[in-house]
């Protein structure tokens, strides 16, 4: 068969088949255009799920009627400018579009119709382009001073087949919002405005450039309590910028929904970042949780590549490892400084799970014994303790072992981990009235033997104190783990690993690094490695099963994540029967120097799984829930 030139018309229907995979790709690529135009406004509307109807309006610079015409031409652009020589750079692109085959891709397989009038003035124009047919450019109303308006009807006509691959006009019409809503995350200053078969959805006025009005454009996106539970991000490193905000551990998902990471302003998707989270939050999230994170990633477009992939969501970086050691080195600095803090949905949770019922007289006694009469009860006849008189018999006394104190057990000489209390003072029993103004307070009691109970100086603290000390003897142990080398243990006979030649160059090439973390391997011939010591942590592992998991947190994560998990896990399960157990009643000076210790370590608010280990309740909380506010 001979080799032939295909017609423009089909060309860009192929181009289309890359560029334009749904309605939501066609919204992403004429909103970059709105925003490389300069707009400070853009409006989207779709009807059933973009198929039927897309208008994106902006307010950008516009464009003349010569322009127009060269718009809807296949890889005509405005944004790439040829230097001298007449060589255009395609390494230092500083928009979000730049291939110019948006326009021409979209009008050959839908009805596109591009009215604009130019911010330096004169009438507005349009020209409208059918299944590939361009129609001459004509005079045409705007409603604005300045800007475009990009309509596109029928999409995919011109490809029925295309058609057959659509999901339903829900699923098309969320993913046409998602794509609104990642726009609006990167860029706080352009106000956005979305309407789905005429309701609207999403109206975002725009916000102050900066990480506060960041933070209030997430907030309206991602709700307030991701607004009250994030912790800010700003780390630069060698050129490479990182900001954005990440949640704390306690505030998790079940799955990775929430993680967004922009380069240079534009939204992508890249394997990267989830691996960076994963390695970040690997000492607090258990592996069906993920972080809810929102990152930005500024660097001289000369070290990434935007252009591996047709709908531009994927970026290729020269150095992975020094984003990927930046994005982790901030987000864990950035949880080491939030303390002992918890998310504020780990009290509101709690609150929720509150019923009120109505009060019950004790048994023997009537209405009027309480202080009301034969009428309706009112507020104040239950409020007024001095209306009835006290039995002889003290309340206190009635309920058995409220005034006894709290039994005390000596911890083993040979725990490594148990706290150390004073030998026990009565005169030290009652906590300094200065500990009710530490952030969790001084221990008033401790409840079924698990979890004390502190007062604060506007509220109340819950602890469960073997979650919490198991996070103390946990941190404890990975200090020790940092200050000197992982103790390794020699295997009697070096064990062969086979793999794929890539892989174990993978592998080989981080020899230096797993040695550090008690695994020395060294090149094997082609396809394999052999494995000499493990981490003494481990005992006796499966060598085979850990050096392939590694290889493939390698290829794609870039990083050995499943030896430092494991190491973790070993970590956690002997902090675990190191810690104090539930069910062990402590002393008053036990309690308090578990919450001291609680406050000066980091990451204590949640145990290695990522649970709280205490929940706060606020005094005006409470009084709601009482009916006192």
Known sequence: MPIRRLPPETVNRIAAGEVVERPASAVKELVENALDAGARRVEVQADGGGLTRLLIADDGCGMAPDQLALAVERHATSKLEPDDAGDVDLLRIFTLGFRGEALPSIGSVARLTITSRPREGGDAHSITVEGGDHRPVAPAAFPGPHGARVEVRDLFYATPARLKFMKSERAEAMAISEEIKRQAMAHE????????????????????????????????????????????????????????YAGLPTYSRGNAAHQYLFVNGRPVKDRLL????????????AR?????????????PLY????????????????????????VGALRHALAAAGHRASTTVAADALAGFTAHEGVAPQGLGHRAWGLGQGAANAQGYSRW???????????????????????????????????????DPDAAAPAAADIDLPLGAARAQLHGTYIVAQTRDGLVVVDQHAAHERLVYERMKAQMAEGAVTRQALLAPEVVELDPAEAERVAARAEELAELGLVVEPFGAGAVLVRETPALLGSTDVQGLIRDIADDLAEHGAALSLKERLAEVCGTMACHGSVRAGRVLSAPEMNALLRQMEATPHSGQCNHGRPTYVELKLADLERLFGRR
């Not at 607004?227 to 990182?242: F, S």
């Not at 989830?274 to 999230?285: S, V």
């Not at 590549?305 to 930046?326: C, I, M, S, Y």
């Open 386 to 424: 001095d209306a009835w008189t006290q039995p002889a018999t003290a309340t206190a006394q009635i309920i058995p072992g409220l005034n006894d104190r709290s039994a005390r057990v000596e911890p083993a000489p040979d725990a490594p981990y148990a706290l150390s209390p004073k030998p026990y």
């Open 304 to 327: 990434v590549d935007v252009n591996v992939h047709p709908a531009k969501a994927e970026v290729r970086f020269r150095d992975p490892q020094l984003v990927r050691g930046l994005i």
């Open 274 to 285: 989830q691996g960076a989270l994963r390695g970040a939050y690997a000492d607090f999230l």
């Open 189 to 244: 200053g352009v106000a956005f405005s979305l309407d789905l078969d005429g309701r609207n959805v999403l109206r975002l006025p725009a916000e102050h450039p900066g990480d506060e009005g960041r933070l209030k454009r997430l907030a309206a996106l991602l709700g307030r309590d991701f607004e009250a539970n994030a912790l800010l991000i700003d780390q630069a490193r060698d050129g490479v910028r990182l900001s954005g």
């Open 288 to 300: 069906d949780r993920h972080p809810a994170a929102v990152l930005f990633l500024e660097l001289d």
